[in-house]
């Protein structure tokens, strides 16, 4: 493998975008740590401790330790995944949106993103407003807020700052995207959560050593979490090959076709996109309770039956939606059809498409599934245990998912950049 590495490290092109991308991340880092102004870090610590089984704390997971110490990034990459679930959402809903993102090209694309652009700024506005709210109401008990953050200059400083990080992120994540290696938005979540792996692994040994925590525990939890980032790459790699045959055709002095091939569909198709957005649509209800000084109430917490159901119902939901989305059955028959490709035992043409159909639908439902129960599990097993050593489990487990997730799918894009060059390939 480190011959593979140095390999990629010696493509001048590919190395520029490794750079360029670990310069992205290093910006964000550099931003989590800029507070903005008339706010009382250190008291603030204190009350998201004793919140830290609640959405507040996975808010702060989800943001790196940001949101926990009110940087200019604290809102992080969420604004700009609920603008992106509401506007394709809506390009389905409307027929306008739909006609631009599939008729108009290019251009109907850029369009959609600027789209989603505005509506990021829109939804970083509103929350940074909440957010705000949540810390003013929490000055009375723990003095969060100077006497000049209290005031309306103070109130408008630090929302158009929390805002202005939230735009922010969005650029840096498009700039990993087009100049980079990877997805923007996945790459910045995964360096948020991978950020608080260090602070996880201390604050567990210091549970060990001071008798909060039997090390027994500690030890089932990370065998628990190395079955699982297995049974992800091994499930990941999954796929459904349908067989295809070539009719043998002519042309001039030559034959062509006549071969057996195989079209693959992956069983999970949509990667870890199905868990960050049902993860933000699941946690809103949460997210509502715990900005309006309801804290303590049953819909802010993260680790109850009602929460898991419904988390558990959008991964299958996100799961088909995006499948439906990547993969057309009508066009792969279609091109089929063309190409002179048949799957043996079905006519071209539609029963070709609906056979497709079919199959996608049940490997969608396992990959859904799949997903559904590595995410809700560690959130049941919180729920029910009465150790309190086990407080924060769901989170981790989300964490998990989707780190090995966006770890995978960068590799696999470092992959094919390198095949492309004649490369052996990091998988090799």
């Known amino acids: 493998m480190l011959q593979t590495m140095r390999n990629a490290w010696r493509i001048e092109e590919l ?5 360029f991308t670990l310069l992205i991340i290093l910006l964000y880092r550099l931003g989590n740590s800029i507070p903005v102004p008339y706010v ?4 603030l610590g ?10 507040l704390g996975l808010l702060n997971v989800m943001s790196g330790g940001a949101f926990s110490s009110a940087t200019i990034f604290a809102l992080s990459i969420q604004p700009y995944i609920n603008a992106s679930i509401i506007i394709q959402l809506l390009c389905i809903a409307i027929p306008a949106l739909e006609r631009m993102s599939k008729d108009e090209g290019e251009e109907g694309k850029k369009k959609i993103a600027s789209i989603t652009r505005y509506s990021t700024v829109a939804i970083g506005l509103l929350q940074g407003f909440a957010y705000y709210m949540l810390l003013r109401n929490q000055s009375a008990s723990y003095s969060i807020l100077t006497d000049e953050g209290m005031g309306i200059w103070g109130a408008i400083v630090i929302i158009l700052t929390f805002t202005s990080g939230s735009a922010l992120i969005m650029w840096l994540g498009e700039q990993i995207t087009e100049f980079g290696v990877g997805n923007g938005i996945s790459i910045i979540l995964f360096a948020s959560i991978i950020s608080r792996l260090g602070p996880s692994i201390v604050e567990t040994i210091g549970n060990i050593t001071t008798g909060n925590l039997q090390w027994w525990v500690a030890v089932l939890m990370y065998l628990g979490a190395v079955a699982m980032v297995i049974l992800i790459v091994y499930v990941n790699d999954a796929e459904r090959r349908i067989r295809v045959q070539y009719a043998k055709r002519v042309v001039g002095r030559k034959m062509y076709g006549g071969q057996n091939t195989h079209l693959p569909m992956k069983v999970n198709m949509s990667g870890v996109m199905p868990i960050i957005f049902a ?7 949460a997210t509502i309770a715990a900005f309006t000084g309801h804290s303590d109430s049953m819909w802010a917490q993260t680790d109850t039956i009602v929460y898991a159901i419904i988390y558990f119902l959008l991964i299958i939901f996100f799961a088909y939606f995006y499948s439906t989305i990547q993969f057309n059955p009508v066009e792969v028959a279609n091109n089929l059809k063309k190409n002179g490709g048949y799957i043996p035992g ?5 029963p070709t498409s609906e056979f497709i159909q079919k199959v996608l639908n049940k490997i969608t439902l396992f990959g859904a599934i799949y997903l559904g129960i590595l995410a809700v599990v560690p959130i ?6 009465t150790t309190a050593s086990l407080t924060g489990l769901s989170l981790g487990g989300t964490s998990i ?4 997730g966006v770890a995978l799918e960068t590799v696999r894009s470092l992959e094919a950049q390198m095949l492309m060059r004649n ?3 990091f998988l090799s």
């Open 423 to 425: 490369y052996k390939g």
């Open 279 to 285: 993860q933000s649509i699941s946690t809103l209800p």
């Open 401 to 404: 998912i989707i780190v090995v």
């Open 46 to 55: 204190q009350y998201f401790t004793s919140m830290q089984n609640t959405v």
């Open 40 to 43: 009382n870090v250190e008291l």
């Open 15 to 19: 190395r520029k975008k490794i750079l």
């Open 380 to 385: 049941l097993i919180s729920h029910f245990s």
């Open 346 to 350: 079905f006519r071209p043409g539609k």
